[in-house]
């Protein structure tokens, strides 16, 4: 049976974030959403933290991880809930894609026309432990009590 990805029917105009906007000048634009939605749009955070993000190795996801975690704090430290939300989508993002690399050779789950999906298994077994180690930070992060009450502050 073949399913269809999502990103094939995916409606740009209704996405609720846009790569247009500052959300640090306009925080009141942003939307938490589910899962990773718009960690790769929402600006400046975005510029702010890709560059940290990295996941090739358990050696480059500890460093990498370890910067977000800074990142996340700092934000939180400052107030800053819409900075701290991307940067835990970061934590979350590192261990998905990592998790992706370790079950399917070149994180690929896809393939052809018919966009069927192609067997598991057949990733790099070193990508499941950079995706563990993003996955205890993110977490980590989601369990912040700080964050926690923003988080709910945020969506009321």
């Known amino acids: 049976m073949s399913r269809r990805p999502s990103y ?17 000048a306009h925080p009141e ?5 589910r899962g990773e939605q718009g960690v790769l749009i929402c600006q400046p955070y975005k510029d702010d933290l ?13 460093t990498s991880s370890a910067a977000i975690e800074v990142k996340f704090k700092e934000y939180l430290d400052a107030g800053d809930f819409v900075g701290a939300d991307l940067a835990r989508k970061f934590l979350q993002m590192g261990f998905t894609r990592a998790r992706r690399y370790a079950n399917y050779r070149g994180g ?4 052809g026309d018919d966009h069927h999906e192609l067997p598991r298994g057949t990733g790099d077994p070193e990508m ?29």
């Open 50 to 62: 890709v560059q940290l993000w990295r996941f090739k190795t358990p050696g480059e996801a500890e």
């Open 108 to 111: 690929r789950k896809y393939a």
């Open 128 to 156: 499941a432990r950079s995706a563990e180690i993003f996955h205890a930070r993110w977490k980590a992060a989601e369990a912040n009590e700080d964050y926690a009450a923003r988080k709910k502050d945020w969506k009321e």
């Open 29 to 33: 634009l942003y939307r938490v959403g």
């Open 8 to 24: 094939l029917d995916f409606d740009r105009s209704r996405y609720a974030w846009k790569p247009d906007v500052d959300y640090r």
